[in-house]
Every structure is written in C-alpha cells, then in structure tokens.
C-alpha cells in the first residue's frame, strides 16, 4: 500500500473529524507540509492552508510564503498567512526564537481556526520527528510522560502523518514531483532538534536499520502504559496530598513507607515546576529539620514539622505600604487588607484576622510592612509584656512558608498589629473609646486565582 493509500485509509476512519469538516493545514513551505498538503488535496478532504513568515531568513522566508500562496492559488485552496516580527518579539518575551515562532504560530493558527469554524489544524510530524522527540524528553528526563512522544492529537491540533517516515515522504516527494522549498537552518546544528536530527538518530540507524519504525511501536505501547501509569499516580496522590487553603500537605511518616518513593515524589511535585534534577533534595527533605525547603520557579516544598508542605513563592510585593486615608484597601499578594473607621459597637468580636484598635491612638500615615527580625511589641492580654515578633510566630506555631506573608501594621514607628496573629495593647479598644479602626485582613481572590 502507497503513501496515499495509507493516508486515504486511516482519514476515512474518522479517527481526527467527522465527514464533511474542514480542517486547516500549517504549510511551511518545506517538503513535509507540502506532501501533506498534496495527500489532502489528491484525498479529496475539505481544507484551508495557513502559512507563517516569521522573517527570520530575510528573502527566503518571503519566497517560501510565494510558493504557499502560489500553491493554494493553483490548486483553489483558500490560503491564510501572517508577518511575525519573531526576533522583536523574542526580545520582548525574554524567550528563544524557537520558543517564540512556536508560541506566535500556534496562537494564530488558533486564532484562524475559530474566526474561520475550522475543526482542526494539521501539522505534518511524522515517524522521525516522533523519534527526536522522544530522545529528547528522554534525555531531558521528563518521566514517562515524555516516552509517548508526539501525541497524534492534542487539543485541536492533529497530526495524521504520525506513522509515516521522512524516507516515505521523500519518496512521495520525488515520485509526484511535488515542488517545496529547502530551509538552509535545518543543515545547521544551531538547534537542538537538528543536532539529534543530524548526529543521534543516523548513528543509531547504523547499528540498527529499523530504528525509526521499531521506537514509534515502542512509543504507541509506552502511550499505553501511560494511561496506567497515570491511574496509579492518581491513587496515590489521593492517598497522599491534603489541599489547605492555597497550600498542600504531605504528611512525610506516611510518605516514606511508599514504593517506588522516587517516582511517586517526582510525580507529586511535577505540576509544581521541579525537575528530576531537584528530587535527590526533595527527597532530603524527608530527614531534615523543620524550615528546610526546596524551591522550583513557582513553588517551594518544605519541610514543616511532620508535613513536607507545597506553597506558592511569595509573589514580588512591596515591603513597606503607606496607608494616608481611609477608608482604603490595599493588596500584598496573598491577602488583601481592608481600613474603616467606625463606632465603637457594644462587643468586640474575637478574630484573627481583624483588628479593632482605638482611633484616638492612631496617627496617619499608617505603615503596613513586612515583620522583621528584631521586631517587638506589647502583645494583646500580656499586661504590657514586651515580646518578639519572631517568638511569638515561634509560640504561635506559624509554618515557615506562612511567616512571610505576615505583615506588620505600625502607627508613629509602634506596632499596631501583627497580622493575623494579635494586636497591640496600646492600641486597644477601651471603654472610653467611641471610634475605632477596623482592619480586616483576607486572602486575595487575584492570588488564590492564580493558585
């Protein structure tokens, strides 16, 4: 059976669309997509062709964007196409032109599907970019997860060439006489993706021929295994990871007895950001003292008490807030704190997260700040006993990861109130008292949003 037959046979499966829809095909220019887009075309399936100029390879890019449009001209194909400033772009991103092309193609192409009711977009991956992808992650240490390679469908992104390999599509190429432009970046080894293309996978082939065809049989049986895989890791995540508020618990004497400790770690913290690289310290974490943590770019795993605790890295805040009037709210990334003057009611309701303070004591601008070491007060109830902040967070039992999202509110250089934790007794509400000042602290729904 020829290439187009075996096309012809797994489309009409209606494995990706139902009859009668439209896709929409990425068209490089390149003789992949261009096979592709001739299979559609001899198929007799309803598509549309979109196509990127990403002006990185100046007149080149501009005649590859000619043949597409040409092409789809010849052919009554309707065609879509797009500029992108990539390296401008790159730059602003503070990403790789590879990253960005992917992010700026894949958003458009997005974009163009819906404006359009297009049922899917179509790349033309195949066997030996399935490969690469799998030496890659494989490399890289992604886990199993990264072993079923490129997935046939993610999304509304499909790729139906997935079982055909590049030597396939040459030949399809050279026998049909199919015209397509060679882009001078993939003879280079600038690129990851090129140096395997280039130097892992041929002298593997040496050794063994069949290579490309025998991984992707292994990459469909990996897929598979995933799905228990996943099941199992579920299981034990349910049995484990207690959800608190915006931060989860993993009680360490219950982690320990698990098997294999290593991998259902790993996958436990995953979602969060750490690497493989980062487990040999997480896994320290199991023997170490309370306020040892590891730290990914969006999270922390620490050490607190019998718990290994997963928090979010306190968000970039300012360290030091004027409050001039109120009323007023102001945010410090976890909470949100709320000011108001009223009168003095008849009960003071005992709550942590509140304070009641006499307004003849208070004196703008009022200042909410992080707690430093050396921080003192009169706390609340202690008859004017002087007391460290940093102790009382210590009596309080405060978990390391929740200290730093204390803030102190001080008035003429006096603390007022530590947080969530006790106001000052100097600042008490008194019978003579008629006005006082309420501060209400909350979690910020813009934070636990982004949790």
Known sequence: ?????????????????????????AVSGGADSMVMADLFLKGGSSFAVAHCNFGLRGTASDLDEQLVAQWCSSNKIAF???????????????????????????????????????????????????VETLLINLFKGTGISGLHGILPENGCIIRPLLFATKAMLADYAAEHAIVYREDASNDTDDYLRNAVRHNVVPAVQQWFPNAVASVNESIERFGQAEVLYKKAIEQERKKLVERRGNDYYIPVLKLRHREPLATIVYELLYPFGFSSAQLPHVLNLLNSASGHYVSSS???????????????????????????????????????????????PETIPADKNIAYLDMSNIAFPL?????????????????????????????????????????????????????????????????????????????????????
């Open 367 to 451: 200042v909410l700040r992080k707690w430093k070491t050396g921080d003192y007060f009169y706390p609340f109830g202690m008859k004017m006993k002087k007391k460290k902040v940093s102790r009382l967070l210590i009596d309080e039992k405060v978990p390391l990861h929740e200290k730093e999202d204390i803030r102190i509110l001080e008035c003429s250089k006096r603390i007022a109130w530590v947080s969530g934790i006790r106001p000052d007794e100097r600042f008490r509400v008194k019978e003579t008292t008629k006005q006082i000042l309420v501060v209400k602290r909350t979690e910020n729904a813009i934070a636990n949003h982004k949790t």
């Open 1 to 25: 059976m020829n290439l187009l037959q075996q096309f012809c046979e797994q489309w009409k499966t209606g494995q990706y669309v139902l009859p009668g829809q439209t896709v929409l095909l």
């Open 298 to 344: 969006t999270h922390r795993v620490i050490r607190n008490r019998d718990f290994l605790v997963i928090t979010t890295v306190p968000a970039d805040t300012a360290d030091l807030i004027l409050i001039e009037a109120v009323p007023c709210v102001v945010h410090t990334g976890k909470y949100q704190f709320s000011f108001s003057i009223q009168s003095k």
């Open 80 to 130: 879509h196409k797009v500029r992108f400033e990539t390296r401008v772009k790159s730059e602003e991103w503070k990403k790789g032109i590879q990253e960005t092309a992917r992010i700026l193609r894949y958003e458009w192409f997005e974009k163009v599907r819906k404006e359009y009711g297009y049922a899917k977009i179509v790349t033309a991956h195949h066997a030996n970019d399935n």
